[in-house]
């Protein structure tokens, strides 16, 4: 697809990939609303399908693959500039699970009045973006899309609350995943979390290898490590504050461990980006 190389927001109606931009898994976050058909594709090693009535979230630099649409397949389709969205979270502290959540499940199954409000939201952060003769552009823009963003976690918050209560009853392992994503922030020991559902944290690691073959201390360090990386690039707080927000007892002890999840400091890898 042509496109204006300084266009930050596109919206259209997509019947194939050949209108997408050429560089939308890089440069943009990919918003699809499957109004007829289906859509097929690869994200983190799994195979999914997207139908009539439900939407998919890809973030920018996530790998999707074997795209692949139906004969019939009709969206609304919305990219949206990758630092555009990035520099604008309005609280990323508050939202961490919501973003996590949209990149771990791609696929939002929303009831009635949130669809109409997600196309809604659509429309008017493209509408705004339009408006480039406006006097305060940048920054009726950049309001644009934190409300974009409030409206979205909102929405993907609910889902999230949804599937936490389908997973109450689930399997240990099941459980575990599902107390990890709550509170690794805060939580990083295994017998918080063995304690939690009233077993040994010998036991929890068995359970998690059995499934996965990666230790239960492993997983928790994959997720903690996630929503480090999303507050170091915000930059909405300084590193002492999200030291402060993760329960650190000291910034150095924050610092080592970043160090050890990323290889480099929390100053360093501020500086690379």
């Not at 959540?101 to 705004?128: A, C, G, R």
């Amino acid at each position: 697809m042509k496109m204006v190389e300084n266009q930050k927001i596109i919206l259209y109606k997509a019947a194939s990939t050949a209108q997408f931009p050429e560089d939308f898994q890089t440069r943009f976050h990919t918003h699809i609303y499957c109004q007829r058909g289906g859509v097929k594709f690869v994200f983190n090693g799994q195979t999914y399908h997207c139908k009539k009535g439900e939407f998919i979230f890809w973030l920018a630099g996530l790998e999707v693959s074997d795209l692949s649409f139906s004969k019939n397949f009709s969206a609304t389709v919305l990219f949206v500039d990758r630092d555009l969205l990035t520099e604008n979270f309005p609280s990323l502290t508050g939202s961490i699970d919501a973003i996590l959540h949209s990149k771990e499940n791609p696929i939002l199954h929303p009831e009635k009045k949130d669809t109409e409000k997600i196309l809604k939201n659509f429309q008017l952060l493209y509408d705004k973006s339009q408006e480039t003769n406006h006097r305060f552009y940048g920054e009726v823009l950049k309001l644009q899309m934190q409300l974009f963003l409030l409206e979205m976690w909102h929405i993907f918050t609910d889902e999230l609350d949804r599937r936490k209560r389908s997973l109450q009853s689930g399997t240990m392992y099941e459980r575990f995943m599902q107390l990890v994503q709550e509170h690794c922030m805060k939580e990083r020991e295994v017998r918080f979390y063995s304690d939690k559902l009233n077993i040994t944290p010998k036991y929890l690691n068995y359970i998690c290898k059995v499934n996965t073959r990666i230790t239960a201390s492993q997983w928790i360090q994959r997720y903690a490590k996630e929503r480090i990386i999303l507050q170091l690039q915000s930059k909405n707080l300084n590193i002492s504050e999200i030291a402060d927000e993760m329960e650190f007892s000291s910034r150095s002890f924050f610092t080592r461990y970043v160090k050890k999840l990323l290889g480099v400091s929390p100053k360093e890898y501020r500086e690379r980006l």
